[in-house]
T-cell receptor, first 113, second 111 residues
Framework: GNSVTQMEGPVTLSEEAFLTINCTYTATGYPSLFWYVQYPGEGLQLLLKATKADDKGSNKGFEATYRKETTSFHLEKGSVQVSDSAVYFCALSAAYSNNDMRFGAGTRLTVKP | NAGVTQTPKFQVLKTGQSMTLQCAQDMNHNSMYWYRQDPGMGLRLIYYSASEGTTDKGEVPNGYNVSRLNKREFSLRLESAAPSQTSVYFC??????????FGDGTRLSIL
């Protein structure tokens, strides 16, 4: 079945460091791929998405490229801030049904000043 | 500018008790979802509703029922709570086919 595997955390970085959170997926066909962010005490927010191979999703300085050849959708940011501290979830939506969404386990990022 | 509102925020139940988690959205979205979030497992879909009057099972529906009361409201009911249902529950809505807006969650403990 469809599934998402993402980098285990927690990840701790200093402010202005480069961030990569790895995400790989297993799916039938051509799913849509997403990154969500969850700040403490809040629900998830859609951060970015990509709906076809080689698409790059970007938002708030974060970006991720849909790589079908490596079944990956790694999240990157060039210079993290303390306010980026949160839990990040990779997710996929099945090609045949937008209601069949699978989430990774989440990666907790802490950015220290 | 409420978005998705869930009530209550916290609840403690005893095994066998029943309760209903409420969710309302003010964005005129057709689709609504209920997820549970457990440590180390990400979110898992319990039920979803593609439109008013329709509901479908997700990945983990056992022990739950839902009602799409109208376009705004989508409730989740536990008829006989079990300790395995201790979790954080999130409601979400969407106008584009994937969950876009989430509520702040209901933290439910079952003793």
């Amino acid at each position: 079945g469809n599934s998402v595997t993402q980098m285990e955390g927690p990840v701790t970085l200093s402010e202005e460091a480069f961030l990569t959170i790895n995400c790989t997926y297993t799916a039938t066909g051509y799913p849509s791929l997403f990154w969500y962010v969850q700040y403490p005490g809040e629900g998830l927010q859609l951060l970015l998405k990509a709906t076809k191979a080689d698409d790059k999703g970007s938002n708030k300085g974060f970006e991720a490229t849909y790589r079908k050849e490596t079944t990956s959708f790694h999240l990157e940011k060039g210079s993290v801030q303390v306010s980026d501290s949160a839990v990040y979830f990779c997710a996929l939506s099945a090609a045949y049904s937008n209601n069949d969404m699978r989430f990774g386990a989440g990666t907790r990022l802490t950015v220290k000043p | 500018n409420a978005g998705v509102t869930q009530t209550p925020k916290f609840q403690v139940l005893k095994t066998g008790q029943s309760m209903t988690l409420q969710c309302a959205q003010d964005m005129n979205h057709n689709s609504m979802y209920w997820y549970r979030q457990d440590p180390g497992m990400g979110l898992r879909l319990i039920y979803y509703s593609a439109s008013e009057g329709t509901t479908d099972k997700g990945e983990v529906p056992n022990g739950y029922n839902v009602s799409r009361l109208n376009k705004r409201e989508f409730s989740l009911r536990l008829e006989s709570a079990a300790p395995s249902q201790t979790s954080v529950y999130f409601c979400a809505s969407s106008g584009r086919g994937w969950p876009q807006h989430f509520g702040d969650g209901t933290r439910l403990s079952i003793l």
